[in-house]
């Protein structure tokens, strides 16, 4: 049985090779439209404010995709989709003469441009008056059979271009993350940071506990690491003589993927001389308020069925607390990770046997306490061991002045004031190293000699955070998915190796 899209295709075909023998260019090169869609039914609006009933604009010149076309006879009308929005066209016979036979070349998802006045018809629609009308770009693939959206997630991610051709919503998600990076952007430049780039290929892919992706470059003849984290080279910065330093770019981990990981991910890094965690904390707070209110207009946002407000301060909480009240373990009187496996596998936590103690605490957070922190919070002050990069907390050596901010279930941030010691830096990095010998299956950050050196010049108290972008954009946006918040997330390919969407 011949497969009707494939025969669609070939009428297509026909088409353009048509049009080509007849001299007309399916493809012109430019079109200098005057107006988009919501230019033009503002500037049709306005006329009619001033002149009233039968209000009709000047010539306008419009572009969009031909989503809809119904034609009766003489009289046609189409609808087309630009970026701002979709206005109906209207095409008669009397007006278009011979041009009017262009309909019979068209076909749903071509790209026009049109010539004429703005009017309202006579069922109330804002219409333009279609006097010239040309082919911009012939569609040899017939588009999604319902312009108001694919539901098939498999062709959303993997054909985000037929999803963004179908649904306005989720062009709108990227219009939200579009915003907010703006707005960050905006608020940090405002408070006197600096942003910089740092290399994204790495001869040591440290400043984080995550697994790497290797490349080989040819010509140096190295292995090379995609970083997992801009920590260490921003320091440098600080290290340096600048004061407050970010940067907004894309950081790879080598890992799984769920609704809220994929392996490429953006991450906001910034850091802060003369300052520490509880500094950055407040910067956190004013950041989420702005972006709130910036993009959103309210400083509440609705997510998963509950209201989240995002007015300072947040809750502060202690770690140690928070994971003794949600699961019964106090984690100082379980201070080996036999004893503390078996307590969270009495609770039924899956866990690996051979798991480090900072491992088997960072699954009891996410396990017992994360799923609980809806509200914006912070969970202050977490173990040394989890925390090789962290500065000791004062009064007691076994935490460290670190937090991570939670909200609608799900980590948001982390944050340290940062360990600027160069000698016990160097002992935790070694530290790491010893860890990830004993424990091949987990990751464990890396000895970068090169940091080391830069730190033994000195660095100043520094408060550091590191925020990702992808949730931001899913709490604004409503989404429960990080795919749905990535362009191009990640996905496998038919013969089962990785792809992108």
Known sequence: MPDRGEDLYKI?????????????????SDYRRSHNSLEGIDLFTEE?????????????????????????????????????????????????????????????????????PIFRTRTKEITQEVREICLLAKSLKTPPEKW???????????????????????????VIRSKVIKTIRDFLDTRGFI??????????????????????????????????????????????????????????????IDIKHNPEYTL??????YSDYTDVMKMTEEMFSTLSNKVLGDESISWNGETIDFTKPWRRLNLRKEIQDSSGIDIEELSGSAELLQSMKKMGIQVDENSSWGRLVDKLISETVEPRLIQ?????????????????????SDYVERFEGFVGGMEIANAFTELNDPVEQRRRFQEQEDMRKMFG????????????????????????????????????SGQQSIKEVIMFPQLRTKDGEMGVG
Do not use: W
């Open 12 to 28: 297509r075909l026909e088409k353009l090779k048509k049009l080509k023998a007849s001299g007309v260019d399916p493809f012109p």
């Open 48 to 116: 009619e404010e001033r002149l009233g009933l039968g209000a009709k604009t000047t010539e306008v010149k419009l572009a969009g995709r031909l989503i809809a076309m119904r034609v009766m006879g003489k009289v046609a009308f189409l609808d087309i989709r630009d970026g701002a929005g979709t206005i109906q066209l209207q095409l008669t016979n009397n007006i278009l003469g011979e041009a009017y036979s262009i309909l019979k070349d068209l076909d749903l998802g071509d790209f026009v441009g049109s010539k004429g």
């Open 148 to 174: 108001h959206g694919i539901k098939d997630i498999e062709i959303r991610y993997r054909q985000r271009y037929l999803d963004l051709m179908s649904n306005e919503d989720v062009k709108n998600i990227f």
């Open 195 to 256: 942003e910089v780039e740092s290399p994204i290929l790495l001869p040591v892919a440290a400043g984080a506990m995550a697994r790497p992706f290797v490349t080989h470059h040819n010509a140096l003849n190295n292995d090379l690491y995609m970083r997992i984290a801009t920590e260490l080279y921003l320091k440098r910065c600080i290290i340096g003589g600048f004061d407050k330093v970010y940067e907004l770019g894309r950081v790879f981990r080598n890992e799984g």
């Open 268 to 273: 906001l890094e910034t850091y802060e001389a």
């Open 376 to 396: 914006p919070t912070f969970l202050i002050d977490y173990p040394k061991a989890m925390s090789p990069l962290a500065k000791e907390k004062s009064g007691n």
């Open 441 to 476: 299956n987990e990751d464990f950050d890396r000895l970068d000699e090169d940091f080391l050196t830069a730190l033994e010049y000195g660095m100043p108290p520094t408060g550091g955070l590191g925020i990702g972008i992808d949730r931001i954009v899913m709490l604004l």
